[in-house]
C-alpha cells in the first residue's frame, strides 16, 4: 500500500486543520489506517487510527475529544481532522497502514506501509 500524506501547515492556537492520506489500496476499507506524530526530541506518539475489522475508531488520550478519523472509501483516502489545536500537538504527522489486531493498533510495530510525513505547526 502506498500512502501519501498531506495538509499540514501552520495554525494558531485553537484553530483547525484537516490531514489527508491518500492510499493506492482499494480495498482501504478492509486495513486499518492510522496516524502517528513524533515531536522533536519526543518518541513516536500514537494519534487515531480506523481499524479494518469492526470499522470502528481509536484515539489517543491526548488527542481524544479534539481529533476525528475518517474514511473515504471512493477517495481512497483517511482523514485526520484536528480541532483546537494547541502548541503540544506540534510534530510531523505520518499515516501508517496494515492488517492490525486490536490490542496492538496503538503500536506502530504492527504498520507495515508508511507515508511520508507532514509537518503540523501550532503556534501560541
Known amino acids: 500500500v502506498q500512502l501519501q500524506a498531506s495538509g499540514g501547515g501552520l495554525v494558531q492556537a485553537g484553530g483547525s486543520l484537516r490531514l489527508s492520506c491518500a492510499t493506492s489500496e482499494r480495498t482501504i476499507g478492509r486495513v486499518t489506517v492510522a496516524w502517528f506524530r513524533q515531536a522533536p526530541g519526543k518518541e513516536r506518539e500514537f494519534v487515531a487510527a480506523?481499524?479494518?475489522?469492526?470499522?470502528?475508531?481509536y484515539y489517543g488520550d491526548s488527542v481524544r475529544g479534539r481529533f476525528t478519523i475518517s474514511r473515504d472509501n471512493a477517495k481512497n483516502t483517511v482523514y485526520l481532522q484536528m480541532n483546537s489545536l494547541q502548541p503540544e500537538d506540534t510534530a510531523v504527522y505520518s499515516c501508517?497502514?496494515?492488517?492490525?489486531?486490536?490490542?496492538?493498533?496503538?503500536?506502530?510495530?504492527?504498520?507495515?506501509?508508511w507515508g511520508q510525513g507532514t509537518q503540523v505547526t501550532v503556534s501560541s
Open positions: 501508517a497502514a496494515g492488517n492490525v489486531i486490536l490490542s496492538t493498533i496503538s503500536y506502530a510495530r504492527g504498520y507495515h506501509s
Open positions: 480506523l481499524s479494518g475489522s469492526n470499522h470502528r475508531a
